[in-house]
């Protein structure tokens, strides 16, 4: 999109010169129109309007100076296991939990610990595994189905990078001081990762009807496989 962006400036500068060098011969019939001398711009004035249409374009930061960039690669890449005390905001309701993810690939484990409710959401193996710890029960859908879908979307938190694109960074506060933040586009919303030095700290999500913060306290690009595990002695309940 940028380039495209630059494109259509240097067109509009070109466009420009053209209108100039049409208008020269009218002008000795109309002296009161008459412009400036030099009404036709020299190269050097032509470079630096070109300059200026390209400088009015946001300027992204290259992406090796970037520290975030590490973080994003490894999400990207879909394999890691990251523990996060989270504030989400859902239709104005604030909610807060202590939650440890761990993804692999297509494959994800979610523990949810919070005064509400202390569960794990699995998915693998083409199922999905609702692991509700208080009532040592299991509730196990196929994950193409809409109940299935239902749990996914009210109880997962696995974040959406499908497109993620690096769009600005500057300074914000974040957990009561000022932080330095890079953000990105993500399908349906924004990603903002929170730096203490050089150390993540904290991310933000939005997105069409939610905003999501979360603390960082671990982040690893290994996988914690033991997520998966499904308790033996817990009932098992497929509707």
Known sequence: MKKYMIIVGLILVLSLSFVGCSQEAPME???????????????????????????????????????????????????????????????????????TTAVDGDN??????????????????????MVMHDQKMVMVFPEDTDQAAEFDMNENEVLETDGMEYSQSGSSEFMGETRRFEEYKVEGGTIRYYFDDADLIGMEMTGPDYESTWHIEEFSDSVDMSLFDIPEDYTTFEP
Not at 64 to 91: C, D, F, P, Q, V
Not at 108 to 129: C, E, H, P, R, W
């Open 29 to 99: 019939s109309e002296p009161e129109a008459v412009e400036p001398e030099n009404p036709e711009p020299s190269e050097n004035e032509s470079q630096i309007d070109e300059e200026a249409q390209i400088d009015e374009e946001p300027q992204e930061e290259p992406e090796e100076n970037l520290l975030s960039e590490a973080y994003a690669e490894i999400m990207m890449g879909n394999r890691y296991t990251m523990k996060y005390r989270t504030i989400t905001t859902i239709e104005g309701q604030e909610y807060e939990a202590t939650i």
């Open 108 to 129: 994800f484990a979610t523990v949810f610990d919070s005064d509400l409710a202390n569960s794990t959401t699995i998915q693998k193996d083409g199922m999905l595994y």
